[in-house]
């Protein structure tokens, strides 16, 4: 048999066609013994032991003593005691989106009969999903709303959003997302928005929602100022698997998109991977494929190729759910294992241009997972039936690349996934959206990790608190010195003798932005520094 019929033959063997999901996952492409998933089975039981068990409701984050509840966002039934809760809220949300179109809540203007702009105000899972969600299903011709974001602490940033939203300020409904609602990036940019409402005579909580964690500080906020709405973020979800919740169905709502569609291929795609039978689990079997192709112990990133470009964003979104849920220290006995997969991507075939030279011919030090839509463009595309060439339209090129470009990545010892979809339609983002989130829960437990805590995450931001509480430390010294004052000298007035280097980068960025005085010197620590009260010496 030649090896062409080798693969066609391996390749109908080992696809696993999902039809109630329209998807389908081709794993042809791995280099596995026969005897894999045999030897797997005790570990992938495991998984779906413990994957039964967080849905049950048993607590998954002993870090914040939690439950783990994002699959119960698509469907409440199963949770253990929120069904009405879950309700209750995705109903508030059709009656508040109702209320907006229908100009029933609308701004406080007489040139503001409506609101045309929404401005989502938060960060990481509280900015991602709604991002990749808004560019994969929206459309500027049709869109109820369009939708910007500040998710950054960045003050160039948010200036340019706001330049974009200009005079629709009046009209524009922001929405701050934030559990704790002392998330710093989320708090400097709702303090800035509000600046800029309250500087065209705007009244910011006449234009507010927040989406909060119950009784937290900006909870308080939005209830003593009356906002328009409060949603909730439960605590049973975490922000990187928020997006079938308030936090993504709310922007996505306003934009006008159909949000139970969403929930409906979510849910759909839950009920095909709870399924015991790994042959016709797509998630159980990139977990798996995960597991093979990175030595489970991530010796491999994971290339994301979406053939799309509606799915651009869909790379951005898995950077956060896959390393922020696999980047783990320590296993769950406590042993020390550096676990994680880097994911990273670009659209096909700007790829062609991009990386995929080195991606065949460079480090073989990764895995691709192709995405594969068939649909070239909705029927009415003036693009999509028009030939470029004879009987080859711009989308055959599209496909032809994709698959080429698989191909050729085999040719050298390349392997990849490859994930087929009918359409890309809210159905079918809900879809892709809970096939990542179950693949991800059940390789943590085959590499016995926890994928619901992030303690990484907290060191940064504690790290964060102690700059700024030296940078105030330094302001208060040099706005009591006499004379000019060298990072050395600061640190050791200021108790912090250790920290010369974080004082000079601290020191250089106020610099730059003319908040004090420098006096360079002919190396680093020669720098003097001093506060615009003080003459120079």
């Known amino acids: 048999m030649s090896d062409q019929n080798h693969l066609w033959r391996r390749y109908c063997n080992l696809l696993c066609t999902c039809e109630s999901i329209n998807l389908s996952l081709d794993i042809s492409r791995v280099d596995f013994p026969e005897d894999f998933f045999e030897s797997m089975a005790p570990d992938i039981e495991i998984a779906f032991d413990e994957m039964q068990k967080l849905e049950d409701g048993e607590i998954a984050n002993p870090d914040e003593d939690r439950q783990v509840g994002h699959y119960w966002l698509r469907d409440p039934d199963l949770s253990p005691g929120y069904a009405n809760d879950i309700n209750n809220t995705l109903q508030k949300t059709h009656r508040f989106t109702a209320d907006i179109h229908q100009g029933n809540i609308s701004p406080p203007h007489p040139d503001a009969p409506r609101f045309t702009d929404i401005l989502v105000i938060g960060i990481g899972g509280s900015a991602l999903g709604p991002q990749f969600v808004r560019d994969a299903l929206g459309d500027p011709t049709t869109d109820k709303m369009a939708v910007h974001f500040l998710d950054n602490t960045d003050p160039d940033g948010i200036d340019r959003t706001l330049q974009i ?108 991977t709870r399924n015991r039978d790994t042959a016709q689990n797509p998630a159980a079997l990139m977990a798996l494929m995960w597991h093979k192709l990175t030595n489970a112990k991530g010796e491999k990133d994971m290339v994301v190729l979406p053939y799309k470009d509606r799915l651009l964003l869909f790379s951005r979104y898995l950077q956060q759910l896959v390393m922020e849920s696999l980047g783990k220290a320590e296993d769950l006995d406590g042993n020390p294992v550096e676990q994680g997969i880097a994911v990273y991507g670009n659209k096909g075939s700007t790829d062609q241009h991009a990386y995929v030279q080195q991606l065949r011919e460079g480090v073989n030090n990764f895995f691709a997972v192709f995405i594969r839509v068939l649909e070239d463009a909705p029927d009415a595309s003036p693009s999509r039936d028009f030939n470029v060439e004879p009987r080859v339209t711009s989308g055959d090129y599209l496909d032809g690349f994709l698959l080429g470009t698989r191909q050729a990545l085999f040719e050298n010892d390349r392997q990849s996934l490859t994930i087929t979809i009918n359409k890309v339609n809210a159905f079918s983002v809900g879809v892709l959206i809970a096939l990542f989130e179950r693949a991800v829960g059940l390789y943590a437990t085959l590499i016995n990790i926890n994928a619901y805590h992030q303690p990484g995450v907290e060191a940064g931001k504690k790290a964060a608190a102690n700059v700024l509480d030296i940078q105030q430390s330094i302001l208060d010294h040099l706005a009591s010195s006499s004379s000019p004052q060298t990072p050395d000298q600061i640190a050791r007035a200021i108790a912090q003798p250790d920290a010369a280097e974080t004082i000079h980068h601290i020191l250089v960025h106020l610099a730059a932005n003319n908040r004090v005085i420098i006096q360079p010197g002919q190396s680093p620590d020669q720098n003097q520094y001093a506060t615009h009260a003080l003459t120079p010496a």
């Open 165 to 272: 939203i200009g005079p629709n300020l009046k009209s524009t409904l922001s929405i701050v997302i934030s559990k704790s609602g002392g998330t710093p990036e989320t708090r400097n940019a709702m303090i800035l928005a509000k600046n800029a409402y309250e500087n065209q005579g705007l009244e910011f909580p006449k234009h507010a929602v927040a989406i909060t964690g119950e009784d937290p500080k900006l909870d308080k906020v939005a209830a003593s100022e009356d906002w328009l709405l409060r949603l909730p973020m439960w605590d049973w979800v975490g922000g990187r698997t928020s997006e079938t919740g308030p936090v993504g169905l709310l922007p996505a709502a306003l934009q006008g998109l159909d949000i139970d569609a969403i929930l409906a291929g979510a849910r759909a795609c839950d009920q095909v």
